[in-house]
């Protein structure tokens, strides 16, 4: 889980070089960000959820 949570951040990284060389535009940009970001936090909260019965 906390290899999907570290891959996220990196597509966010290439995500941002995609939009600075104007191979996406920008409101694909927001959608793909804003979708990373929904994902991120259903990865942080397994990972809680995870930690708390697992742990």
Sequence with gaps: MAVAGGSTFE???ILESLFD???I???D???YTDS???ISKML???ILHLDKHIG
């Design 44 to 46: 942080f909260s397994n």
């Design 21 to 23: 060389l104007s191979e």
């Design 36 to 38: 990373l970001e929904q």
């Design 29 to 31: 940009f927001n959608t």
């Design 11 to 13: 597509c966010a990284a």
């Design 25 to 27: 535009n920008q409101p």
